[in-house]
């Protein structure tokens, strides 16, 4: 089970706010922060990308502002966000940096992952900061977020992300390591280290938050859970005390993994074809359809004609000698879509812009029917 996290090849990581914020002092644990960045960076050299979820502002920022102890009111919650967000920031980014590892802060709402548009422009921003070798550093964004469009906890969030960014694994650091069938402390408690679906025996397990300083719970790690395999991506939950954390759950450290039926490609690929209604066509010759046959990239130099309107990353249907033969998300409007249809790709780029891909539908957006 160990090798799941050492063989992904994208992997987001969720660290909590009782893991990296001393609770006496207010103040991030540098040594344990230390040591989960050499993890990372052991991991990014194996070749994977990896995206961190971080919780931790409004602790940093709450002893700053000389808050009160126990639950906030929403305003001195954004408050301390607010001032605890550049602690939180400067410590990732000066630990990763040490590495010569590049971080990106990233503030989300819950709309950024609903509204489709806002959706796609974040998966762009992000993969995009992947494939430049940088480490994003996501958080939700407490400063603006009413508590009608919050989260309200990073184990979701982090799903969402690891859903919108096709991961392979998603890490939720914890201060339990793992999913218990009663309370760790109880007697005859039962440690779960492998499921497989999330049954409502499964759901029953989960208690109440047992963090000082968290707002999440088992049962917002089973939610997270739920969101995770039903895009595809592995799960596991793990005890963060101790230093090097990820290492520990690759040496075979006791943790409690939930293990999806498809990978993410597959389950991204079944969405695409059961779930989309598709809202325009493109016409292909039989060139492309063998490209596509053959696992390529729909390319526009293929399409001979475009029907419909739509945005890019609307989904479309793949038309060859009146059939359809395939579906997938578009990377154009229809608008631009029409002026490079037929161009080879060296074309495209000198009218669209270097910065543009040559591709209208990616092998990784499409599948075949």
């Known amino acids: ?159 969402r992300v690891a859903s919108m960014m096709s991961a392979d694994v998603l890490v939720l650091l914890s201060d339990i390591d793992g999913l218990y069938s009663a309370p760790p402390h109880q007697e005859g408690a039962r440690f779960i280290s492998e499921i497989t679906a999330i049954t409502a025996e499964i759901e029953a397990m989960a208690g109440k938050p047992v963090s000082g300083v968290g707002s999440g719970g088992m049962i917002t790690k089973i939610e997270a859970a739920k969101i995770s395999l039903s895009a595809g991506c592995n799960m596991v939950i793990a005890s963060g005390h101790e230093l090097h954390p990820l290492k520990r759950i690759m040496d075979g450290e006791r943790c409690s993994w939930f293990l999806a039926e498809a990978s993410a490609l597959q389950a991204r690929k079944r969405w695409i074809a059961g779930t989309l209604a598709p809202v325009g066509r493109l016409i292909v010759d039989d060139g492309a359809k063998a490209a596509l046959d053959k696992g390529k990239s729909l390319l526009p130099a293929g399409v001979k004609s475009i029907e419909g309107t739509f945005v890019a990353g609307d989904t479309v249907s793949i038309i060859a000698n009146a059939a359809e033969f395939a579906r997938g998300l578009v990377g154009y409007d229809s608008d631009e879509a029409r002026k490079i249809v037929g161009l080879k790709s060296a074309d495209v780029q000198k009218l669209m812009g270097e910065d543009r891909s040559d591709e209208l539908v990616h092998r990784d957006d499409l599948v075949m029917l």
């Open 1 to 159: 089970m160990s090798n799941r996290l050492s063989k992904a090849k994208r992997i987001v990581v969720k660290v909590g706010s009782a893991l990296l914020v001393d609770q006496q002092s207010g103040t991030i644990k540098g040594e344990w922060l230390s040591t989960l960045v050499n993890d990372l960076v052991v991991l990014k050299k194996s070749g994977a990308d990896v995206i961190l979820v971080s919780s931790g502002a409004i602790a940093l920022g709450r002893r700053t502002l000389g808050l009160p102890a126990g639950k906030l009111k929403l305003d001195q919650s954004q408050a301390a966000a607010a001032v605890g967000q550049i602690a939180l920031a400067h410590a990732w980014a000066t630990a990763l940096a040490a590495r010569s590892v590049v971080a990106a802060q990233v503030l989300v709402t819950l709309t950024d992952t609903e509204d489709r548009q806002r959706y796609l422009n974040a998966r762009a921003t992000l993969s995009t900061l992947l494939k430049q070798g940088a480490v994003p550093v996501i958080n939700e964004n407490d400063t603006v977020a009413t508590s009608e469009i919050r989260y309200g906890d990073n184990d979701r969030l982090a799903a």
